[in-house]
């Protein structure tokens, strides 16, 4: 399991106090807005966004996206206002975190289908919170797939993540790299070619 203060050490090996302490604030806003929700594995929500964290972290990303990405999922899953993000964070966290937050007033699958669609006109640093969530969810699928999922319903998750990362290739050899590992491992697990 991996905790704020492991996400804090690493943080320490390439930002300044300054902002680790942004990210700190960010992390108790998101604990706080994420308060009582469970990931699929049961694990409490906030482990995932600070996982997400980490991924990027170890890539020393800048502040501003480690922060977007501890908030990437808040305004899809949570009563967070655009509005809140803005006073404690600032617009460059707002837009990225916007970037990333799927419209739910369409069906879920019209969702899905949007997130392939607009991939490729994600900015940089939206690129990278967005490869490293895939990174996290399919890491977590490969090790722990979801109870009562089908193999074929793993597997098309899979496919999907694929499809979205496509649109947003050629920004980060690191993290691609990653992400093609992981879909290894997925695949594998779920025993497919
Ligand atoms: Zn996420």
Partial sequence: MFLISDLVSLLESYLDQKHIEEIYAAYLFSAEAHDGQHRLTGEPYIYHPIEVARILAEMRIDHTTIIAAILHDVLEDTETTPGEILESFGSDVLTIVQEVTDDKSFPKQARKDLQIAGAP?????????????????????????????????CVAYVDWCEAVIAGVRGTHVGLEGRFDDVCESARNAFKVE
């Fill in 121 to 153: 006109r994600l900015s940089e640093q939206a690129r990278w919170v967005k490869l490293a969530d895939k990174i996290c969810n399919l890491s977590d699928m490969a090790k722990n797939p979801p109870v009562g999922w089908p193999m074929e319903r």
